[in-house]
């Protein structure tokens, strides 16, 4: 158990419509980080919050956002869905930043089914 | 813009034969390398890191990984490994300071055959 808490496990939800995902990192740390898996994409960075502040964005698309709450909990909206959106979504957390040499811890992820 | 390369995507090895995954990066600054394995149904977990010092890292469950940086490599080893270590391995790579973010390899499958 890495201490990161995802919800929920399983999404399966239709093309068009909105979700949102929810990560809650483990005690202490301040970063906050998500991913997408998928067979054809593999992992992808989406994006990086560092104590409630964007710190990185990768290749995270324009209906997708972000935000970290002041208790540091994060949530990822997925809006306008399409089937390509299908993949597993992984929250991870570290004390500080990958580029400062910290170690992420990841969630169990969340399955997105789009139908 | 940084890349990490994990030539082979998947890697079969027969139980207690050594392996070795590959994992090769392009960077002309310094760099923090890791090491996450994926088991089945589960997410990442760190394995190993190198962040300075000793060239020779050593893991969990047995593994190591050398940091050779005129090669740009990070190869994982295990001398002698086993059916639990069958899993999705990843090499991640990210710049000495700044707000660079992490960039993972595209994974390597270890299936290890009894």
């Known amino acids: 158990d890495s201490g990161v808490t995802q919800t929920p496990k399983h999404l399966i939800t239709a093309t068009g419509q909105r979700v949102t995902l929810r990560c809650s990192p483990r005690?202490?740390?301040?970063?906050v980080y998500w991913y997408q898996q998928s067979l054809d994409q593999g992992l992808q960075f989406l994006i990086q919050?560092?104590?409630?502040?964007?710190?990185a964005k990768g290749n995270i698309l324009e209906r997708f956002s972000a935000q970290q709450f002041p208790d540091l909990h994060s949530e990822l909206n997925l809006s306008s869905l399409e089937l390509g959106d299908s993949a597993l979504y992984f929250c991870?957390?570290?004390?500080?930043?990958?580029?400062?040499?910290?170690?992420?811890?990841f969630g169990p992820g969340t399955r997105l089914t789009v139908t | 813009a940084q890349s990490v390369t994990q030539l082979d995507s998947q890697v079969p090895v027969f139980e207690e034969a050594p392996v070795e995954l590959r994992c090769n990066y392009s960077s002309s600054v310094s760099v923090y390398l890791f090491w996450y394995v994926q088991y089945p149904n589960q997410g990442l977990q760190l394995l190993l890191k190198?962040?300075?010092?000793?060239?020779l890292v050593k893991g969990i469950n047995g593994f190591e990984a050398e940091f050779n940086k005129s090669q740009t490599s990070f190869h994982l080893r295990k001398p002698s490994v086993h059916i639990s270590d069958t899993a999705e391995y990843f090499c991640a790579v990210t710049y000495l300071g700044g707000y660079q973010k992490v960039t993972f390899g595209t994974g390597t499958k270890l299936q290890v055959i009894p």
């Open positions: 991870a957390s570290s004390v500080g930043g990958s580029s400062e040499g910290y170690e992420q811890y």
């Open positions: 005690s202490g740390d301040l970063s």
């Open positions: 190198y962040l300075s010092g000793s060239t």
């Open positions: 919050y560092y104590n409630g502040e964007e710190r």
